[in-house]
Nanobody, 128 residues
Framework: QVQLVESGGGLVQAGGSLRLSCAAS????????MGWFRQTPGKEREFVAH????????YYTDSVKGRFTISRDSAKNSVYLQMNTLKPEDTAVYYC?????????????????????WGQGTQVTVSS
């Protein structure tokens, strides 16, 4: 069993920055992948970024490339999302998730149903 707790959301002006954190309790193996998704009312959960626990390989959706950075700290069992140059369209509830399945390539982890555990979410609001 894995429990995930996100923090770091808030209200920021366009062009500003926020850093989201996700602390995991329970075991994370080198083969696991942790991801960030976001969701706005009435829309499906959208992939943002993921990172492979072993090696730190990362993958981003096009809309955040060059602005967001995902990282992990193995010693703290935590994953982070540094968000820079925020835009109003980044406003959403952000969720972290972990997939404990056999590694299946980067595209596999852009699909929310391929994750096994989810945090409760943290609200990010970007004002114009």
């Amino acid at each position: 069993q894995v429990q995930l707790v996100e923090s770091g959301g808030g209200l920021v002006q366009a062009g500003g920055s926020l850093r989201l954190s996700c602390a995991a309790s329970g075991w994370i193996l080198s083969s696991h992948v942790m991801g960030w998704f976001r969701q706005t009312p009435g829309k499906e959960r959208e992939f943002v970024a993921h990172i492979r626990w072993s090696g730190g390989n990362t993958y981003y959706t096009d809309s955040v490339k060059g602005r967001f950075t995902i990282s992990r700290d193995s010693a703290k069992n935590s994953v982070y999302l540094q968000m820079n140059t925020l835009k109003p369209e980044d406003t959403a509830v952000y969720y972290c998730a972990v997939s404990r399945r056999t590694y299946s390539g980067s595209s596999y982890y852009t699909v929310s149903s391929n994750y096994d555990y989810w945090g409760q979410g943290t609200q990010v609001t970007v004002s114009s």
